[in-house]
């Protein structure tokens, strides 16, 4: 078991480059199975989860070949098994993205349907919903996903009754290769979404509206090779500004883009920090002490749920009472009552979460439960003075890359133990 051991209580400093982002990495290789040739992707991150997403391509047939460090090329051409069994995507609740392409490319799909998380049930039915409007006939038989459509998928209007990232994403690649125009609507607009539709286009396909809450696709008989950038992580850079902000000190997160942080740097500016931006870097000063401010997680472009829990770790050393609302998923409050073990001040209510700003935090040993709530920790631990122990690291390596030589890089005193 790998455990984080930080030494707290150094204002970080300096900057760090943000990696590719994970959340639009794993939907840009699912589209590869669309490609009619190999598409070569750049500024992927080396996480578990993309390892867990090239090699289920590469097992349905495509060849994945590595180029150099956050490059790699798959062609799916001579892929034949429309499938992704549980045994190897147990561990990466995004597998369902390879459902929506693999059934309207092969006609058919088994893919095993994504367990529960620690966040929240996290269902998929939204997504076999809209499928089942383009003509799939869709079954559940023990535990997997099995989507028919023999004469292929059709357009359609769909509306999602909830914003959901990754049914989106799912949808509009299905809808790429559809006959017929899909309109989905009540759709999702975070950049990542956007960041899709975009390389779809690159490779052929016609969609409008993406960034919108309405998407129109125009299906196509095919789409072609060609080559896909993945946009900035905007979820690993806030949490490194948070982690200047948290430590009382100055961090700059290089190759990202502020305009995809607006919620979150109008938050932290209500806290006092001093925020610069240029073209593509982002720097956090923070103030003599932050200032207590409340949040309400919402579909992008609101203040997003994957910057909730590190929010909530600076909010505990704020001067004053927050309020923290999570509305997207229902439980996503594990990290409260590790941040508790270190001095926090937190009250629950349902779904908001109240802190009282203490002056500092305690170290203490803690577990990691949820990818960000181990950043929370991290980014506490990096606070407390003395030494926090993060146990469960393996849920953080999922979503962030490299996170202690980054923080290395920025003054923390942090190590990775084999224990
Ligand atoms: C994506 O998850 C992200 N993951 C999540 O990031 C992120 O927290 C989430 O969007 C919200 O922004 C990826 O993009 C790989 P949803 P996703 O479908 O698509 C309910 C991280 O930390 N819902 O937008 O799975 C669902 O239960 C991860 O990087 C249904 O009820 O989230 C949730 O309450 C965590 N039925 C809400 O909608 C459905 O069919 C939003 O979920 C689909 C969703």
Redo the contacts with the bound molecule.
């Keep these: 078991m790998e455990s984080i051991v930080i030494q707290g209580g150094v204002p970080l400093q300096g900057s760090v480059e943000s990696s590719g982002a ?2 639009a990495a ?2 840009l290789l699912a589209a590869a199975i669309l490609a009619d040739g190999p598409v070569t992707f750049h500024r992927i991150p080396h996480l578990n ?1 993309i390892s867990t997403m090239t090699n289920l391509l590469a097992w349905q047939g495509a060849d994945v070949i590595y180029d150099d460090k956050d490059c790699l090329t798959i062609d799916t051409r001579e892929a034949n098994k429309p499938e992704a069994p549980y045994e190897m995507v147990k561990t990466m ?2 597998s ?2 390879v459902l929506g392409p693999l059934l309207v490319r092969f006609g058919e799909a088994r893919v095993s349907l994504p367990g529960g ?1 620690a ?11 809209a499928l089942e409007v383009m003509g799939a006939e869709i079954s559940v038989e023990h535990g997997d996903v099995i989507a028919k459509a023999p004469n292929g998928l059709h357009g359609g209007r769909i509306f999602f ?9 799912n949808i509009l690649m299905a809808a790429v290769l559809a006959k017929g125009e899909t309109v989905l609507e009540n759709a ?1 607009r ?1 950049p ?1 979404v956007v960041n899709l539709a975009d390389s779809l286009r690159a490779l052929g396909a016609k969609i409008e509206g993406d960034g919108t809450d309405t998407i129109r696709i125009q299906g196509v008989e095919r789409i072609s090779g060609g080559d896909i950038f993945t946009i900035a992580d905007r ?1 690993e850079t806030a949490t490194y500004l948070a982690a200047g902000l948290i430590t009382g000190g100055d961090v700059t997160v290089t190759k990202t883009d502020p305009k995809l942080l607006d919620a979150f740097l109008a938050r932290v500016k209500e806290a006092g920090a001093t925020v610069e931006v240029g073209d593509d870097f982002i720097r956090c000063a923070a103030p003599e002490r932050l200032q207590a401010v409340n949040i309400h997680t919402m ?2 472009p609101g203040f ?3 910057l909730q829990a590190q929010f909530m770790a600076m909010m505990c050393v704020a001067e004053g009472t927050s309020l923290v609302s999570e509305t ?3 439980n996503r409050f594990m990290h409260v009552q590790e941040l508790v073990r270190m001095g926090a001040d937190i009250q629950l209510d349902g779904h908001t979460a109240v802190i009282k700003g203490v002056k500092k935090l305690s170290a203490a040993p803690v577990m990691a439960t ?3 709530a181990s950043a929370s920790l991290v980014l506490a631990g990096v606070a407390a003075e003395g030494e926090t122990v993060v146990s469960r690291v393996y849920h953080i390596d ?2 962030y890359e490299r996170i202690e030589e980054k923080m290395r890089s920025l003054g923390a005193n942090i190590e990775r133990h084999y224990i």
């Design positions: 994970k959340n794993l939907p989860d609740r995004a369902s993205l998380c966040i929240g049930a996290r269902p998929i039915d939204l997504h076999l919903k009754d909830q914003v959901t990232v990754t049914g989106t994403e999702a975070e990542e979820i579909p992008h997003p749920t994957d997207i998923f229902e949820d990818l960000r999922r979503g």
